[in-house]
């Protein structure tokens, strides 16, 4: 059984940054692909950054070149680090653990995932 912990949220102004860090129960992060996904209201979840475990990065368009996920080594932590923020990054984030994701697609579509944490609040104004 796999448990993610999401933790860093919180509220900034626009332009601010946040780093968002998620912990496996475990370390599946050698086989697996780790997500953030997120969630504002009334809307649908949508990927936002995905990594798998030789460490290549996919990216939501509405989030290159201000978000950066990266992993560590052995893998047990992954992080969103999240620049230049906008009221419209407002959202819940979730961090989401899956096997075999080998399209960008995939990686951005909440229905790919498999394990999922519960949750961490971002707030941009």
């Not at 475990?26 to 997500?35: L, Q, R």
């Not at 992954?78 to 959202?91: C, F, G, I, Q, R």
């Amino acid at each position: 059984h796999v448990q993610l912990v999401e933790s860093g949220g919180g509220s900034v102004q626009a332009g601010g940054s946040l780093r968002l860090s998620c912990g496996a129960s475990g370390s599946i992060y050698g086989d697996a692909c780790v997500g953030w996904l997120r969630q504002a209201p009334g809307k649908e979840r949508e990927g936002v950054a995905a990594i798998d475990s030789d460490g290549i990065a996919s990216y939501a368009d509405s989030v290159k070149g201000r978000f950066t996920i990266s992993q560590d080594n052995p893998g047990n932590t992954v992080y969103l680090e999240m620049n230049n923020l906008k009221p419209e990054d407002t959202a819940m984030y979730y961090c989401a653990a899956a096997f075999l994701l080998p399209s960008v697609v995939a990686r951005l579509t909440a229905s790919s995932w498999l394990y999922w944490g519960q949750g961490t609040q971002v707030t941009v104004s």
